[in-house]
């Protein structure tokens, strides 16, 4: 009877540092997903600025061009992604729109 008893205790202890082995690589996973979600979380945060100054970069050059009086290259990368220049250029449009002063 006494063996039994240790022989349980044993395979008891046994199951408890399985478990505790378990949690701890589930904790392990759930940290590098973490970190990978973080990781591409940076990465779509700097494409964005990336693409942000480049826009604003586009439109500073094309601002400076027509102060100058200088044609706007017209194979330049578009605007249209903002909605803006397409509707400044849309000759449908009469100055009479609600976005006139």
């Known amino acids: 009877m006494l063996e039994r008893l240790g ?12 478990l505790k082995h378990q949690k701890l690589e589930q904790k392990v996973i759930e ?3 973490q970190r990978e ?3 591409r979380e940076v990465e779509r945060e700097q494409r964005e600025r990336e693409q942000h100054e480049y826009r604003m ?5 094309v601002m400076l061009q027509r102060s100058q009086g200088a044609p706007v290259m017209q194979n330049q990368p578009s ?8 509707e400044l250029n849309d000759p449908t449009l009469s100055s009479a ?5």
């Open 7 to 18: 022989t349980q205790k044993h395979e008891r202890a046994l199951g408890e540092q399985e």
């Open 31 to 33: 940290r590098q997903h």
């Open 37 to 39: 979600q973080h990781q």
């Open 57 to 61: 970069l586009q439109m500073r050059m």
């Open 79 to 86: 605007f249209d992604g903002f909605g803006l220049l397409a």
């Open 97 to 101: 729109s609600s976005y006139s002063t």
